[in-house]
């Protein structure tokens, strides 16, 4: 196990928001991160992961709480002096310096000696793959690669931890695909503790060994991709993360392992887990159930739907359900064949996994 590497304790901001009034962007959170680890603070727009980051980098100062960093309080520490550098969505490069002098930047302030300059940009432009672009200038390259010079600008440092702001938000999908892998190459490579915002669940789930997810100022959920796909601990976690569909039931009864509910006057034993509440019979609830976990099938499965629309995606064709008075997205892969030619306010019927059902109180 390693070692704990970096700490938040009971970390507040409050920004005013010029008509007097005061927001609390961040509200009281707490968090701890290993050394080596690759974690995601991951949530909507002005959740507050941004503002937790530059807190921890030490452009915006908290009003309240502790930052620690390997065993050290850093409240009162500097931004230019926690040696924390930081990778933008902007990429931040100097236009007018070559991508050599770009990443040799960070060394030439700390009075680096030449040799020792040449052979680290040498080996940060390898581990990057940049070699034979470092006469170039920001703006002969592509997007992805001036990421990489921003990324390489970091690494040259040789620093403990790294933190990432939305860095591949201006890059298009495939190039996402691309440098989020050699980040996360170089990062378990090198060992280096990373700490990374976004928006995006795909680059949360692929990349992190933690997930930080964040809702209103406050932690939502802390737990691996793993944990927080498959037991998402709240609705909005669950709607977040995966997309779910949710359906309003009522419970017929619980015990400590399961809680059994009404669908459709038909009945559903459904296995809890440790993060379930107590239910009570006759208690109204709401399921959840990822778009995944649902089949469509023209053989009688005991619950029916009403077929709304239908989307042809190449691999897998999406299609969205009239059920329990609300409407359900269903995925469904080509790879398992195709089901026929549905149409528009066709009866369906729907087969659920089980296994995949959450429970929530409403």
Known sequence: MNKTYLQLKHITKR?????????????????TIEQGEFVTLLGPSGCGKTTTLRMIAGFEVQNEGDIILDGKNINNVAAFNREMPMVFQSY??????SIFENIAYGLRVRKYSKEVIRNDVAMACQMVNLVGLEDRYPGELSGGQQQRVALARALVLKPEI????????????????????????????????????????????????????????KIAQVGSPLEIYNRPASTFVADFIGNANFINAVVEDS??????????????????????????????????????????????????????????????????????????????????????????????????????FRVYKR
């Open 92 to 97: 931040a490069l100097f236009p007018h310096l």
């Open 255 to 356: 015990t400590d392992r399961t809680v059994t509910v009404k669908l459709q006057e038909k009945i559903l034993e459904l296995a809890k887990t440790e993060l379930d509440d107590t239910f009570k019979p006759g208690e109204q609830v709401i399921l959840s159930i990822k778009p995944e976990a649902v089949d469509v099938s023209l053989k009688p499965t005991g619950f029916t739907g009403r077929l709304d629309v239908s989307s042809f995606l190449g691999s897998i064709t999406e299609y969205k359900v009239e059920f329990e008075e609300s409407f359900m997205t269903i995925i469904h892969s080509n790879t398992e064949g195709l089901i026929g030619d549905l149409k528009m306010d066709q009866p369906v019927n729907l087969e659920f996994k089980k296994e995949f």
């Open 162 to 217: 790294i933190l990432f702001d939305e860095p591949l938000s201006n890059l298009d999908a495939k190039l996402r695909i691309q440098t989020r892998t050699e980040i996360k190459r170089v990062q378990q490579m090198l060992g280096i503790t990373a700490l990374y915002v976004t928006h995006d669940q795909s680059e949360a789930l692929s990349m992190s060994d933690k997930v930080i997810i964040m809702n209103g100022g």
């Open 15 to 31: 920004f005013e928001d010029g008509r007097g009034s005061v927001v609390t962007a961040v509200d009281d959170i707490s968090l």
